[in-house]
DNA sequence: GATGAATGAGACTTCATTCAT
DNA sequence: CATGAATGAAGTCTCATTCAT
């Protein structure tokens, strides 16, 4: 008993290694361009074995963009420590700042694979991916609400597009300082908030 | 000579035709997932000659990439004729609501192109890409200044930020609407900025 | 264990199964005119799979001459066991004669890959073909050598020259009566030898 | 009348125009691994026009063989001014350690088309490579026969052999010093004939 | 005849997926 | 479960040859 429920914690350890190497290369390589011999060697896992974890391609590309989503679960559940949804949405924007380089390399993880999600004939790959970018409007329209600025949706909407944007723009450009330009207007505008709402983004 | 003119220019055309059947193939089911027989049956070309115009295709990714650029050309010539820079910029805004249905299917074509491509180990495709978003960016700078607003390169950065923004996410939402909204926030904007400089987006 | 040890020499074999095919083909059809599908049909392969074994059909060349150079080993060793190294020499061409008619049909299969390869701009296996006739030359010059008679080098390259061009001849003549008289010459020349040094060939 | 005389000779020069390129790029590069177009461009001719002076490509490798003839038959013309039989043959080895060096690059030109084309399952072309080298033979024969030298056939027989052993070795190990060494050899030889017959090569 | 363009067969190579042990 | 090996579909690219003007 005790061996059977180790070899179920064991599988499910290799499950999520293979699931956080996907992560890593496709968020590095996206989607086509990586192989599953890339992600098996990236997670040290025979090649054959995948299958035993996952029965398709696809399958390991969910597995990625649940990673995604758990990190980002990780990344709220810390700002959420903070007392202030100010200064959350402060620190979530200051998070953004300090994945410059990466994000001037490889780009937002979820965003890019979303671009590339998105124009498969098969839709339920992307709907994962917008569910991720859904998920972190959905927290930051809860911090607006908590905050008490009106439209907390649409406000949320605007701080998810603009990452979006800069993400994009970085990546686009290999140039992290759009990055830091975009966030410190995004937190001046953060904190013209703070004086009260009607001032528009 | 009025024979070979004919010719070369026949041969332009329909390397012209490849350009244009590449941009739009390219745009919709992204650089991987495209083969050249798609992009040779939608010119209605047989695969083999496509060669005879594009060495690789990688070439014929560049010459999609002209041909996004040389629709900017095309859309910011238009706009010039508007007398004032504060109109041409929100027929920009306006322009991109008016495809905000193609958006939400596809992305910003070259949004999605520079995605793809930022993740090869070979810059030079990525490059050209970001090159053609750095042209509209210096086309709104050009407006931005001669406007006289202050800073006219971030005000710059910042909407085309804004663009690459809301098309990604109306892209991975699959929600036109995300574009209406952001560009009336946008729209806003620009307004709140005829004022007078001074207020930050 | 035992298992493993199987798999690795059952895995070895087709490589040498694979590489063997290749030697022959190629030997029969030259290098440009062998395609991949030859050599994976003469070993009774599938061809997706001859990609597990080499990575490029020049791997496979490469093999093929690592077969030709494996070859030429076992006949040098078999004839190491003559007691002198006169008659080794004699033995070596009474060898070529043997081979007489294959030789008319397709060449010396070292000589004529070497032939087809040196023509390349990359020079790497070229430079492997050439290190299987130094291979031969060297072995011949030890017997020489052993023998006692003065400048064994030399003596060998004339006799390695002598193989190739007798072999060149046959086969582009498709007259294997040209091998049977010159290696006449070649044996009255070694005899000639014997009696004492002086007499160039 | 003039005009279609001129325009005759035109063309003729074309032909060989084309045909001395393809002597030259097929010498240089094999047959499998040059295209038309090589030619072609080698020869300053549009390659389509290529096919009304010939309808195939293996023409054009005809046509390069006959070329090579030609050429042999203006060095043995050449060497037929001399007046001594035996000062011909060493000027015909003096001109092979003039070509050293090309050779070594490129191998010898007739014997390395016949090496390609002796693996052809069609022998017409093969056939016409030899008959390029039954053709020195015959002369060198008819050299050794004026000088009174006993069993011409089977002395030109060994020097065509020696030529096309070490051409096939100074092209395999790319060191021009074995044909200068080879030659040295068969010059001592020549001198040995000379003396008188009986002495065995 | 001359020429740029067209064509289609076929080559090499990759890779997701499956299989046998 | 584990794993090296197997498979075949598909993609990119080349090129001899033909065609239209």
Redesign the interface.
Known sequence: MTNSVDRRTQAAQKRRRLAAAAARVLH??????TTLADIAHEAGVPVGNVYYYFKTKDELVRAALGEHRDRLDELTAGLDRLPAPHDRLRALVETWVSQRETTA???CPT??L???L???AD?SL?AE??AV??RLSDWTAAQFRAWGVPDPD?HA??L???????S??T????DPS?TT??AT?LL??LD?LRAGPG???
């Open positions: 590095e390589q996206g989607i086509e361009r390399r490889y780009g965003g890019t979303a671009a590339e998105g124009k498969r839709d992307h991916a917008g970018l859904r649409d909407r605007t998810v597009s603009a990452h979006q944007g800069m994009a723009l990546h686009a450009l290999r759009v330009r975009e207007r001046h505008w013209s001032i528009s983004p």
